[in-house]
C-alpha cells in the first residue's frame, strides 16, 4: 500500500513539474517518421520529453532547431530560393546576408508560429491553419538556411575580418617603422604618410566594415547559443 502511494506521488510531482518545463520536447509521428518539436502532437499523444537533433552546426541550442508544428515536409534551399509546402520563396541577396536574416529573424518567426498554433489550437479555423503553416515554413526555412550556409559564411566573415586587420596593421606600422630607422631623414618619412594616405583610409574603412560584419555575426550567434524559451500550454 505504501509503494502504490509513494508512486502515486511521484507520478503527480512528476506531472507538476513537467508542467513547468520550458523546454519540453515532443516525439511525435508526421507521415510515419518520427519528428521532434515543442508542443503537443497534433493527435493529443504525449510521448515524453526527447532529446532533440544531436549535432547543431554553429553550436547554435537544439530548441531552436526543433520541428515547427504543422511544417508539412522539410523545405529545400539553395543560393536563390527555399521550397516549402509546394511554394517557392525566391531571395535575391548575397549569401552572408541571406544567413544574417536567417539567424536574425528566427526569433521572430518562432514567436509568429507559436502565437498561431496556440490560437489554432484553442480555436481551429482555416486561416488560423494556414497562418501556422506559414510560419512553420518560415522557421524551416530558416533553419534550412542557417544549416546549410552558416559555417562556410561564419569562416569567411572571419577570414575577411583578420585579414582586413593585418593589411591596415601593415600600412600603419609602415611610416612608423621608417620613422625609427630614418630619423634624421623628415622629408622621407612625411612622404611616406603622404603617399600611404588613401591606401591607409581605404584599409581603415575596409577593416571597420570587415570587424562590423564580424561582431554582428557573433551577437546573433550568442542569441542562437542559449536556449529558446517555450510556452507550454
Known sequence: MLNKNLKNLLFFVF?????????????????????????????????????????????????????????????????????????????????????????????????????????????DSDALREGTIKYACDVAMKQEIVRKFYDQVANKITADSQSAEEAFEKLDKKCDKLSKTSSDDAEAIINCYNGTRVSRNKALRSKKRKSSDYKYLMSQAEILKKAREIEQW
Open 15 to 123: 506531472i507538476l513539474f513537467s508542467g513547468h518545463l520550458k523546454a519540453a520536447v515532443y516525439s511525435c509521428d508526421v507521415d510515419g517518421k518520427k519528428v521532434y518539436q515543442d508542443i503537443p502532437c497534433t493527435d493529443g499523444k504525449y510521448l515524453g520529453a526527447v532529446k532533440g537533433p544531436k549535432q547543431i552546426v554553429g553550436g547554435f541550442h537544439k530548441t531552436w532547431f526543433l520541428r515547427p508544428a504543422m511544417l508539412p515536409s522539410r523545405p529545400t534551399c539553395n543560393q536563390t530560393a527555399c521550397l516549402c509546402d509546394g511554394k517557392k520563396y525566391p531571395y535575391k541577396t548575397d549569401e552572408w546576408l541571406l544567413v544574417m536574416n536567417a539567424m536574425a529573424g528566427l526569433p521572430s518567426s518562432w514567436n509568429m508560429h507559436q502565437s498561431y498554433a496556440e490560437r489554432q489550437k484553442k480555436h
